[in-house]
């Protein structure tokens, strides 16, 4: 292959990767019905007085695990019990810059909320339709201003829009849209 078929050829796959991201990125969310947690302040960042659904974090970390290139285990930045969702060390990151700790893209707390890096305006929509808030640290480095705790579901209807904002996470991450 020639110099410029193969520059064309790169070309191509980034402006078919950014759109996808886009699109990914754009989608609307619904506003959350039900109550928004009360959080920590501080680190460790956890929600109060919030129990979680086994049966719904179950079927969430089941469909993380399908994810390419995705492993769940123990976290390696979060407290003691969260299951971290570890992305393959020769994964190719679009936002490497974006995650908090080694190839955690995101964790899920005993309580069955999560932190993850999301693109900073579908942070900012999770925020503002009532599924997330901004982590204390958010702001601390470049490319953290997405990073949010999800609050836990306590419905199937809110357990899909969790399981959408977890692979718009990954997306972001990755490059790579799911589905």
């Given at each position: 292959m020639n110099v410029h078929m193969r520059t064309l050829a790169?070309?191509?796959t980034v402006v078919a990767l950014m759109c996808s991201m886009a699109s990914a990125q754009e989608r609307s969310l619904p506003e959350?019905?039900?109550p928004r947690p009360e959080t920590t302040s501080g680190v460790p960042h956890t929600q109060i007085g919030v129990e979680i659904n086994a049966d719904l974090a179950q079927l969430l970390l089941e469909r993380v695990a399908q994810f390419p290139g995705v492993t769940?285990?123990?976290t390696r930045i979060?407290?003691?019990g969260a299951i971290g969702f570890q992305l393959n060390p020769d994964m190719l990151l679009?936002?490497?810059n974006s995650i908090v700790g080694g190839f955690e893209f995101?964790?899920?707390h005993t309580d069955g909320s999560l932190h993850a890096s999301l693109h900073p305006a579908m942070a900012r929509r999770a925020i503002e339709a009532g599924w997330a808030v901004a982590h204390p640290w958010a702001d601390q480095r470049p490319g953290w201003s997405g990073f949010v705790m999800i609050y836990t579901p306590t419905t199937p209807e809110e357990l899909d829009v969790v399981i959408d904002l977890v692979e718009s996470s990954y997306t972001f991450i990755t490059g790579n849209t799911l589905g």
């Open positions: 790169v070309a191509v959350r019905t039900s769940l285990g123990p979060s407290l003691p679009s936002q490497p995101a964790h899920m």
